[in-house]
């Protein structure tokens, strides 16, 4: 029985050794328009929420599916040394669209755990404010080790991370981004994993609506449609 104890322990040590970590990388064109694409590092064991790997793809499949406005174009799910490596990739045609996706999935009342896709995804806002658009965004990963046995201390968690990049067709206003580049356009955030096991992670960004290159050919044309107008009927009279 000591033996089974100590292996017992060796094993969820070595399984929870190989931590987690998360990039998430956007591009959002001028008009709305974008795409996603995600890559986790994930123990095995904080997958057993889902059932396993395959429930974890069919998880996600169906989260993904019948949504004609945001499409999942690669999807892969593998193992190695103890750890499962997430990749997914998803285009949207209105950017809109992929923050009521993940704002989706209330809770009915039951308290119950949410599981590990949900927790990675988090809630996500997104608010119109005259000509700006606010984002909001809230990852909360503590329950994905709640039940291990061992917590993670400093040297597990060391080294490990989830970064969050945006890259904007403009100049964002005011964000709480770690690190602003290309004009303001690109903003990063990048969280320590032992901060993320300790309290919700929070991601603030203001940003204005992006005018389409199109509508300003537009707007020329009929400016220069109406100077016409008014040079013939000036002409005529």
């Known amino acids: 029985m000591r033996n ?3 292996l017992l322990g060796l094993l969820t040590i070595l399984l ?8 998430e990388e956007y591009w959002i064109n001028r008009d709305g328009s974008g795409s996603m694409e995600a890559r986790y590092m994930l123990p095995s064991v904080a997958i057993s929420s889902l059932g396993g790997e395959a429930a974890m793809r069919a998880k996600i499949e169906a989260y993904f599916a019948n949504q004609p406005n945001v499409k999942m174009t690669h999807l892969a799910i593998n193992r190695k040394s103890g750890s499962v490596f997430l990749e997914i990739n998803v285009a949207f045609s209105r950017a809109s669209d992929f923050v009521a996706l993940l704002n989706g999935g209330e809770t009915d009342g039951t308290n119950q755990k949410p599981d590990a896709l949900d927790m990675l995804l988090g809630k996500m806002n997104a608010e119109r404010s005259g000509l700006d658009v606010a984002l909001k965004r809230n990852v909360d990963i503590r329950e994905l080790f709640a039940d291990s046995p061992f917590p993670l201390n400093e040297k597990q968690t ?13 100049k964002g ?19 320590p994993l032992g901060q993320a096991l300790n309290e919700p992670l929070h991601i603030d960004l203001l940003a204005p609506i992006p005018i389409p290159y199109w509508l300003y050919g537009v707007v020329v044309t009929i400016v220069l449609c109406l100077i016409a107008w008014i040079w013939k009927k000036r002409k005529k009279s």
């Not at 929870?16 to 990039?23: I, N, T």
């Not at 206003?173 to 969280?191: C, I, M, P, Q, Y």
């Open 158 to 170: 060391k080294n490990h991370n989830l970064e969050y990049i945006i890259h904007l067709p403009v």
């Open 16 to 23: 929870y050794s190989s931590c987690l970590d998360g990039r």
């Open 173 to 191: 206003k005011a964000s709480n981004a770690h690190e602003v580049t290309n004009d303001g356009k690109t903003l990063r955030w990048s969280f």
């Open 4 to 6: 089974f104890w100590l």
